[in-house]
């Protein structure tokens, strides 16, 4: 029976997966030309079937057709109705028509008849949001990423009015430093992986997983009142319109970085190309206890020698060839009804990209002001150059799931982004006795690093409708695990003979080997309720919405050192690393060399803190006449950061500070916003906006941790210590903001608009050299004078058919931000400038805020021609010079220097419907340097960072299945 029944079940499959095969699918969405809003309950009728549907609440429609041209025939009440002509469907295929606009019927009017074409307009879409938000808003989507020839959401950011990206990942929007940036994914907010920065790295987000970024830069009561430049809002992709079956793959080639026989690495792990170490660098067993194995502990010589052995010996890279770098992506996607009104849809995409980077010229530097009001030149205390080379894997993952019924939609997406990399330097340090607090030596320093992040979100999002749509509720539950680990960072410095005699460890030169091992765990709770209703005022449309969110951060940060020690005289070195931790220098296998622990019980560079924002808002939008919308909103944060540490001298038994999950900073603000625009018609608005935000200290700044960077040899200190006539009350910043826009639409994509904006900080936090520190550099964040910023923008994107019929394919886009900015200097401060200023020098009690760029531009060249499947451009970006490290005193400040950055961009669709995809790239085509100097009165630049990242070459290549 059971033979007999099988084969049957096959055909009747077979036959139903033939008979639905034999259909097309035609889907679309139905929007507001003027408000971009989707349209509920519009009629899709096809004319020769007698056959239609109505769009659902998000505007969207499916109809199942046989292969064939069809004309549909869309309206609703108060809209033109439009014909859309010559529809071809085909046998299996999804046939996506994109948004299609509604105008409102004024007066009587015949069916307007389009003809369909097949286009993607995402940034048109974005266009039109930025164009109806009731606040300033700029954005960039999906379909500007492959043009642009970008792989990674830093790259195209850059590309977007005001904002600028430093380091390659860190975001900065209308200048402002990334303090003044909240970073947001799907809506909810997200911590940031580097204990040093207090926005996210935007770097770890492939644009493959991504359907757009917002920028919101005037604030509305609905957003974190944590930002003041702008917040990022990364949206992932969830339910495709059509069946998505995509794999790329992308090498990319720098002649002075690949293939490269100088290239320094190490022996890692093997699951380094995974992004993550494999227990190769774990601390070793026992060395986290208060009391490890040394000649002095009472433990045998046999226990220090085991304990030693754990080390891994290796102190120093080796040369070896690397390769280019190279990404791969696979993404795959479709929705499917599973009953007549509802809807499943999935979304799932994987991403891997392998980079390396070689500079055989990077420089570091500290200088000195001379204490001489007449000598102007500026002393080195250090300067350092040698080779620094990295290799970098991302692997990421996104998987979602989507559920649409007649009045709501779920939504479950899952991400994991996973980032290693490894480090091997080699530099030679030059220290000059004549600077104050040096000793004067020479050294060859050897580094070796790894760095492994991680970040994995789970998203529960709900949107439902109810009483035809006019009351929405939108819920969002997030979990977001974060977690960055240094394992074994380990830095070797001989310190060289003038004599030539062999070289030797001093710890008052070079210093003694050192490892390092770091830890930082952080879990984010984040809920968040959003209810709209949508009525008449005035009698015309109005919205209002209230809601609260609820979010929960913790972080766990230590940090473990371990120094190389001499139970005795050293051994002669030749100064190679590999000849130091052989068995025969051990202490126990006929040496005498041991580790000391650096970390006492209990530990000061040791935290938990953890963060409980509770928060309520409500706003109105709404027209008190036709021409005038307008925006009122407040918002209600309670903020309270809890902090468990301890400073160094609590730690070694003084009477220093230890907090137990005391409270460093707790208040209940108030956030008002409100926002106009007038429609000034000719598709132009103006407008006016107010709003109140906030920008509060990091978890590492209200610590009193102590953060070495290896390669730097710099000092971050946590701002609750007391130092140098600091009182360590380090506290948030309020900010007012004023912005004005004018703008003006010209058709798809393409604008023009002009912005002013002004702000005023009160109590703004810095990052400042400390200037008692003379002998190391060392730095803490602090509160500082009052400061204001006010500024300009220009933005327009225009295609150049206008000149000639014949360069309709051709457009420009540029944006210019020009900003001021000044800072009321603190007393000390300013004491401290006045006392080191030079012979013709007036030194004022006000200077630049730190992190400020004076200017940004952006440009672009472009050629789009979707007949030939071909688009191409020149890009060009560079950030004006910035105060990235305020000095003062026996420091001079220090500023990073404009870096032009012009890459070409070339995108060819090909094959059969334009499946296949090339992508030709070449970038920093002037080979321009990355460069932060450090500036006086009356004398040259010297050199804070110095490095070039060269040209590259990248071709790429997808398929569309």
């Known amino acids: 029976m059971t033979k007999q029944i099988l084969p049957m079940l096959f055909l009747v499959c077979s036959f139903s997966i033939n008979a639905f095969a034999q259909k097309g699918t035609l889907r679309g969405t139905i929007i507001d030309d003027e408000t971009a809003e989707t349209i509920f309950g519009a009629t ?65 009017l015949d069916g307007v008849v389009v003809t369909s074409q097949r286009v993607t307009i995402s940034e048109a879409a974005i266009m039109t949001a930025k164009m109806n938000s009731p606040n300033l808003v700029d954005g960039i989507s999906a379909e500007a990423f492959s043009k642009i020839g970008v792989s990674d959401a830093a790259e195209a950011l850059k590309k977007v009015i005001g904002v600028s990206v430093e380091e390659g990942k860190y975001v900065y929007v209308r200048g402002l430093g990334d303090r003044y940036t909240q970073t947001m994914l799907n809506s909810v907010e997200i911590p940031s992986l580097d204990p040093d920065r207090n926005s996210l790295q935007i770097d770890i987000f492939p644009t493959n997983l991504i359907n757009n970024m917002v920028i919101t830069k005037t604030a509305v009561a609905e957003m974190p ?31 002075d970085m690949h293939f490269n026989s100088n290239f320094l690495t190490y022996d890692g792990s093997n699951t380094d190309f995974l992004g993550f170490d494999s227990g190769t660098r774990e601390l070793p067993s026992g060395a986290d206890n208060s009391d490890i194995p040394t000649p002095i502990s009472g433990n045998s010589s046999q226990e220090v020698y085991d304990f030693v052995s754990k080390f891994n010996p290796a102190l120093g890279p080796y040369s070896s060839t690397n390769f280019a770098n190279y990404s791969a992506s696979l993404t795959l996607g479709n929705q499917y009804k599973v ?43 250090t300067r350092q150059n040698g080779t620094l080379s990295e290799e970098s894997v991302l692997l990421g993952g996104l998987s979602g799931l989507a559920f649409k019924t007649e009045n709501s939609k779920y939504k479950l997406t899952a991400m994991h982004l996973q980032n290693g990399e490894s480090t091997g330097g080699n530099f030679f340090i030059n220290n000059s006795e004549s600077a104050p607090g040096q000793s004067g030596y020479t050294a060859d320093s050897y580094n070796l690093e790894y760095s492994q992040r991680s970040i994995t979100n789970f998203l529960l999002n709900g949107v439902n409708y109810f009483n035809n749509t006019n009351w929405e509720v939108n819920w969002r539950s997030a979990v977001t695990l974060s977690s960055m680990t240094d394992p074994d960072i380990r830095k070797t410095a001989y310190t060289l003979s003038l004599t030539g005699a062999d070289p030797r460890f001093n ?66 070195f030749e100064g190679d690393p590999s000849e130091i931790l052989v068995d025969e220098n051990l202490y126990g296998g006929g040496g005498n060399i041991y580790y000391q622990s650096g ?58 500070n230890n907090l137990d999950n005391e409270k460093v900073l707790d208040g209940l603000d108030l956030f008002p916003s409100t926002n106009l625009s007038f429609d000034l018609g000719d598709d132009q608005n103006l407008r006016l906006a107010y709003s109140k935000t906030i920008a509060r200290p990091s978890f590492k700044e209200l610590s009193f941790a102590q953060i070495l960077d290896p390669v730097s040899d710099r000092i971050f200190n946590g701002g609750l210590f007391e130092i140098g006539g600091w009182d360590g009350n380090l506290t948030e910043t309020f900010i007012n903001n004023y912005d004005l826009r004018w703008e003006k639409y010209m058709g798809l994509n393409e604008m023009i608009s002009a912005s002013l904006f002004y702000k005023t900080f009160q109590d703004p936090i810095e990052i400042v050299r400390i200037q008692v520190q003379q002998t190391s550099s060392e730095f803490q964040p602090r509160n500082v004078g009052d400061g204001q910023v006010y500024g300009a923008e220009f933005e327009l994107r225009k295609s150049l058919g206008f000149i000639s019929e014949s360069l309709r394919h051709f457009g420009i886009s540029t944006n210019v931000t020009l900003v001021r900015s000044e800072i009321d200097m603190t007393e000390q401060e300013f004491r401290a ?19 400020q760029a004076p200017y940004i531009l952006n440009a672009g060249f472009t050629y789009d021609n979707l007949d030939l499947g071909l688009d191409t451009g020149f890009y060009y970006n560079i950030k004006g010079e910035t105060l990235t490290a305020v000095g003062g005193g026996l420091f001079p400040d220090v500023y990073s220097q404009p870096y032009h950055s012009l890459n070409f961009n070339m995108n060819k669709n090909f094959g059969e419907e334009g499946k296949s995809s090339l992508n030709f790239s070449i970038t920093n085509i002037l080979d321009d340097s990355r460069n932060e100097f450090y500036q006086g009165f009356n004398t040259a630049d010297e050199i804070f960072s110095s490095y070039n990242e060269r040209r590259s070459i990248s071709i790429g290549y997808k398929y569309s299945f």
Not at 226 to 244: K, L
Not at 546 to 562: A, H, N, P, Q, T
């Open 44 to 108: 899709i009728y096809i004319q020769s079937t007698g056959t239609g549907t109505t769009s659902d609440f998000d505007g969207k429609f499916e109809l199942q057709l046989d292969p064939g041209e069809y004309t549909l025939r869309i309206s609703y009440i108060s809209y033109q109705t439009i014909e859309i002509q010559n529809v071809e469907i085909k046998e299996g295929e999804v046939i996506n028509l994109g948004n299609i606009r509604l105008n409102l019927a004024i007066t009587e």
């Open 833 to 851: 400038r006045k006392n080191s200023e030079k012979e013709g020098q007036n030194v004022n009690d006000t200077r630049n805020m730190a992190g």
């Open 225 to 255: 009142a944590n930002f003041t430049g702008g917040v990022v809002d990364i949206e992932t992709i969830d339910f495709p319109q059509e069946p998505i079956y995509d794999f790329s793959l992308s090498f990319d080639y720098n002649p």
């Open 339 to 381: 009953s007549s009104d509802n809807k499943l849809g999935y979304i799932m995409s994987l991403t891997y990209r392998s980079l390396s980077t070689h500079y055989n010229n990077y420089q570091l530097g500290e200088y000195q002001n001379q204490p001489d009001p007449a000598a102007y030149d500026l002393i080195y205390a």
């Open 507 to 572: 710890a008052g030169a070079g210093g003694f080997p050192s490892r390092i091992w770091r830890y930082m765990d952080e879990v984010n709770y984040a809920n968040r309720l959003d209810i709209t209703r949508e009525y008449d005022l005035f009698d015309l449309p109005a919205k209002l919405k209230f809601g609260g969110s609820y979010v929960y951060k913790e972080r766990d940060f230590e940090i473990l050192s371990y120094n190389l020690q001499f139970f005795g005289s050293q051994p002669d």
């Open 599 to 656: 970390n006492p019980d209990p530990n000061p560079n040791a935290y938990n803190s953890n963060v409980v924002n509770y928060a309520g808002y409500i706003s109105n939008e709404f027209n008190p006449f036709e021409k005038l919308n307008v925006y009122v909103g407040l918002r209600a944060e309670q903020y309270t950061l809890r902090h468990t540490g301890r400073d160094a001298l609590f730690a070694q038994g003084g009477s220093g």
